[in-house]
């Protein structure tokens, strides 16, 4: 059956084929017989009903079947989880929550990826992890989900940043070096600071 890894044909001694299934979480890998590796097919974004072979061409699955984004291969048409589309290409947009994280398309999926330590903002503008105190501080922002202007609340998990509300959108600021940004007063203090 085409675009199934779980199932192969086996010729018996009487010279009949018959199909014969991998066990649970196994796929046929040809001679080598059923394995751990993952089906070499990938989904066509928006067509449940297709497949990408290994070699690049597209088919489809057979009657009554749809392609499996989570298996990789066809499988009855109730079972399917059919892969959407969310980007393209290798777009690049901010996190909604973190100024240290950011999206990535990859394989037409958003995927969540994470600033290094040195290069620990994205910036917005240039699409890049930069160094925290270069760039534009107005670059890194964040879905204006539950944003009341003005208002300003802690960064969970980093004592020195802290989100304000500005023109209706969360933007992320840091204290001086050596400050920490204090819930109860919201303020950056030396010393004695409420961190979440």
């Known amino acids: 059956m085409s675009g199934v890894c779980s199932t192969f044909m086996f ?6 084929w018959t199909r014969r299934a991998c066990p649970a979480g196994e796929y046929y890998a040809g001679q080598s017989g059923c394995g751990k590796e993952l089906c070499p097919y990938a989904p066509v974004p928006g067509d449940c009903e297709s497949f990408v072979m ?3 061409m597209v088919e ?3 009657f009554g079947f749809r392609f499996d ?11 399917a989880k059919c892969l959407a589309i969310e980007c393209e290409g290798t777009e690049r947009k901010n996190h909604p929550t973190s100024c240290n994280q950011y999206l990535e398309c990859h394989n037409q999926q958003w995927e969540v990826r994470g600033c290094s330590w ?21 670059t890194c922002r964040y879905d204006p989900a539950n944003c009341t202007e003005g208002s300003i609340s802690p960064v969970m998990g980093n004592c020195r ?35 979440g």
């Open 69 to 79: 984004s989570a298996t990789k291969q066809c499988v009855p048409f109730a079972q």
């Open 11 to 16: 010729c018996g001694e009487d010279g009949k």
């Open 118 to 138: 040195f290069h620990n903002k994205f910036d917005m503008t240039s699409r890049e992890c930069v160094f925290g105190w270069w760039g534009d501080k107005a």
């Open 161 to 195: 940043d802290y989100l304000t509300c500005t023109s209706g959108r969360r933007q992320e600021q840091s204290c001086f070096w050596l400050k920490k940004f204090d819930e109860t007063s919201s303020k950056c203090v030396w010393w004695g600071e409420k961190c």
């Open 54 to 56: 290994a070699s690049g």
């Open 60 to 62: 489809k699955c057979e």
